[in-house]
């Protein structure tokens, strides 16, 4: 099974439409679909988010070896998780970021770091 179908079959299982899970990971709907429809393959740092918002294990993902479902208890090598997920208003702040022109988001931190 490739990598798409690997998405696409674990976004519906966790009840997701495709415009969901490419919002909750900064990404447009249709790069989304050209992954489920094997036209294209995510980056590995969306890899890395795709198999934190699906809760997989990266392995699995990118291989279709070993167990599906991230379990934290179970023996397989954690380094390929990169972080707990993040909070609902903290993804949904990335996503908006990442819509952004480079001198806006520029601009963004130059504000946030001086309002800080």
């Known amino acids: 099974m490739k990598i798409g179908l690997r998405i696409k079959a674990t976004r519906e299982l966790r009840g997701l439409s495709q415009g969901e899970l490419a919002r ?17 393959e995510p980056t590995v740092e969306n890899l890395r988010a795709l198999a934190v918002e699906l809760d997989l294990w990266f392995e699995w993902l990118v291989t279709g070896r070993g167990t599906r479902d991230y379990d934290p208890n179970q023996p397989q090598p954690p380094e390929f998780r990169t972080a707990p997920p993040l909070p609902a208003d903290e993804r949904d702040l990335q996503a908006a970021y990442r819509k952004l022109t480079p001198a806006r988001r520029e601009a963004l931190l130059d504000f946030l770091k001086r309002w800080g």
Request: charged fraction near 25%; charge should be neutral; hydrophobic fraction near 30%.
């Open 24 to 40: 909750r990971i900064g990404v447009s709907q249709p790069a989304a679909s050209d992954w489920e429809n094997c036209r294209s």
